[in-house]
């Protein structure tokens, strides 16, 4: 069975900062790029970062861009989002996904979601 | 305000057919990939159809996907009790260079 498991969520003051990992089980993530999605209390989901496999290519949303810092490390089958300067509005469920691509490259999705980490921003 | 375009909520009766759509632009969903994700209460999402009309292992065949110009589409007929949930659309957006998410559509079975 396919598991990938968040941790290093928590309270945090704003201006602070925290660092989420995410670790799989029953799946490599050596080869796939991987993903973290958010999503605030009762609303919906929103993408945050994305790294691709070999950590050469990354992406931001604009809401953490210059914020928060996606990276990998393949010895440790992990998976890490720094994030600094948090804001309230950065309270959140924060989802790994694992990624799949077709061998085109031209569709891609979240095959498999962790089970989520509250980060909760607030003084 | 999302990307993708989703109707807040949708409800239907068990046994009824369901359609959830999902609006979108030259930018996304005309040109990629449209991928639906279902979120039960209190779970993470887990994916549901992807590349538009393709099932997740063990989804039944009650769930299919479509895409038409900038509208894809959800349907599940032979609603059940357990279909109740949040379902979201997602797509790659070019000009945005992100990934986009509909806002959800909370599905109630009544």
């Known amino acids: 069975e396919v598991q990938l498991e968040e941790s290093g969520g928590g309270l945090v003051q704003p201006g602070g900062s925290l660092t989420l990992s995410c670790t799989g089980s029953g799946v490599s993530l050596d080869d796939s790029a991987m993903h973290w999605v958010r999503q605030s209390p009762g609303k919906g989901l929103e993408w945050v970062s994305t790294i691709n496999w070999n950590s050469n290519k990354v992406a931001y949303a604009a809401s953490v861009e210059g914020r928060f810092t996606i990276s990998r490390d393949h010895a440790k089958s992990s998976l890490y989002l720094q994030m600094n300067s948090l804001r309230p509005e950065d309270t959140a469920f924060y989802y790994c996904a694992k990624d799949f691509c077709t061998s085109t490259g031209w569709a891609c999705y979240f095959d498999y979601w962790g089970q989520g980490v509250l980060v909760t921003v607030s003084s | 305000q999302s990307v993708l375009t989703q109707p807040p909520s949708a409800s239907g009766t068990p046994g009824q057919r369901v359609t959830i759509s999902c609006s979108g632009s030259r930018s996304n969903v005309v040109i990629k990939a449209v991928n639906w994700y279902q979120q039960l209460p209190g779970t993470a999402p887990k994916l549901l159809i992807y590349?538009?009309?393709q099932r997740a292992s063990g989804v039944p065949d009650r769930f299919s996907g479509s895409k038409s110009g900038t509208s894809a589409s959800l349907a599940i007929s032979g609603l059940q009790s357990e279909d109740e949930a949040d379902y979201y659309c997602?797509?790659?957006?070019?000009?945005?260079?992100?990934?986009?998410f509909g806002g959800g559509t909370k599905l109630t079975v009544l």
């Open positions: 590349t538009n009309y």
């Open positions: 997602a797509t790659w957006d070019d000009s945005l260079n992100a990934w986009v």
